[in-house]
């Protein structure tokens, strides 16, 4: 998360922004702060209502917002204070938990998100959970932050082919990746990183193909 401030942070940094919120902290995110991001990543998913779950869903504002299309949100986090503010946002499906192990079957969900939430995270895990959990061909979104803009020590900055290189190690195709200045009002799509906020990643989980049989034809 992006910092207004110089701030100690430290293990409780998500009990200290659920119990205060993020108006009263140092911090923010582009996805509580501009309503227009909100409605640009619920842009990128299909218009027919999806199973999505949100992993890192903090506080709810994307949530809140995907639901109100008709998607059927799942929003996991590590931070029972994050939750009880999404709670208090009348979200419903929440859930305490770990990227590491997420507390799903497989295929349980057509769209997985992760806003602003990969630097918390072992992406290698994430990433393959997020695989599991995800029915084939089902997506995932990420958005992260851009270089140039200064985080939290405890929000990891990976390099953008690394981001990529997970995704396609835990079995995704990177379909697009997209550098965004993120407004309050507006979004607005750059040709590169440069002068952007945010770094938006759509992947597909890759069909699995049934292997290929040695045997030798007879005949
Ligand atoms: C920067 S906040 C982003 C919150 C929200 N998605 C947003 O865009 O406003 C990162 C969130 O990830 C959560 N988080 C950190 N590590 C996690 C983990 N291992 N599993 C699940 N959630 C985690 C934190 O509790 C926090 O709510």
């Given at each position: 998360m992006p910092t207004r401030a110089r701030s100690p942070g430290g293990a409780r940094f998500y009990s200290g922004i659920g119990a205060r919120g993020w108006r009263d902290s140092n911090y923010f995110t582009f996805s509580v702060r501009s309503p227009a991001l909100r409605r640009w990543i619920a842009a990128q998913l299909p218009a027919k209502p999806k199973r999505v779950l949100s992993v890192g869903?903090?506080?709810g504002e994307l949530e809140s917002h995907l639901s109100a299309l008709r998607h059927r949100v799942v929003g996991l986090d590590l931070s029972r204070a994050m939750l009880k503010r999404a709670r208090g946002r009348g979200l419903g499906r929440l859930v305490q938990g770990d990227s590491r192990q997420l507390p799903f079957g497989d295929g349980s969900f057509d769209v997985v998100i992760f806003a602003e939430s990969i630097?918390?995270?072992h992406l290698p895990t994430a990433f393959r959970e997020a695989a599991r959990v995800l029915r084939g061909r089902g997506r995932l979104l990420a958005t992260t932050y851009a270089g140039t803009v200064k985080t939290h020590a405890a929000y990891a900055k990976f390099g953008l082919d690394e981001i990529a290189g997970s995704l396609a190690a835990a079995g995704f195709r990177v379909a697009e990746r997209r550098f965004l200045s993120a407004k309050r009002s507006a979004v607005t799509e750059l040709p590169s990183e440069a002068g952007s906020t945010v770094v938006y990643f759509l992947a597909k989980k890759r069909s699995v193909t049934a292997p290929t049989s040695a045997a030798p034809s007879p005949g």
């Amino acid at each position: 998360m992006p910092t207004r401030a110089r701030s100690p942070g430290g293990a409780r940094f998500y009990s200290g922004i659920g119990a205060r919120g993020w108006r009263d902290s140092n911090y923010f995110t582009f996805s509580v702060r501009s309503p227009a991001l909100r409605r640009w990543i619920a842009a990128q998913l299909p218009a027919k209502p999806k199973r999505v779950l949100s992993v890192g869903c903090g506080t709810g504002e994307l949530e809140s917002h995907l639901s109100a299309l008709r998607h059927r949100v799942v929003g996991l986090d590590l931070s029972r204070a994050m939750l009880k503010r999404a709670r208090g946002r009348g979200l419903g499906r929440l859930v305490q938990g770990d990227s590491r192990q997420l507390p799903f079957g497989d295929g349980s969900f057509d769209v997985v998100i992760f806003a602003e939430s990969i630097g918390h995270l072992h992406l290698p895990t994430a990433f393959r959970e997020a695989a599991r959990v995800l029915r084939g061909r089902g997506r995932l979104l990420a958005t992260t932050y851009a270089g140039t803009v200064k985080t939290h020590a405890a929000y990891a900055k990976f390099g953008l082919d690394e981001i990529a290189g997970s995704l396609a190690a835990a079995g995704f195709r990177v379909a697009e990746r997209r550098f965004l200045s993120a407004k309050r009002s507006a979004v607005t799509e750059l040709p590169s990183e440069a002068g952007s906020t945010v770094v938006y990643f759509l992947a597909k989980k890759r069909s699995v193909t049934a292997p290929t049989s040695a045997a030798p034809s007879p005949g």
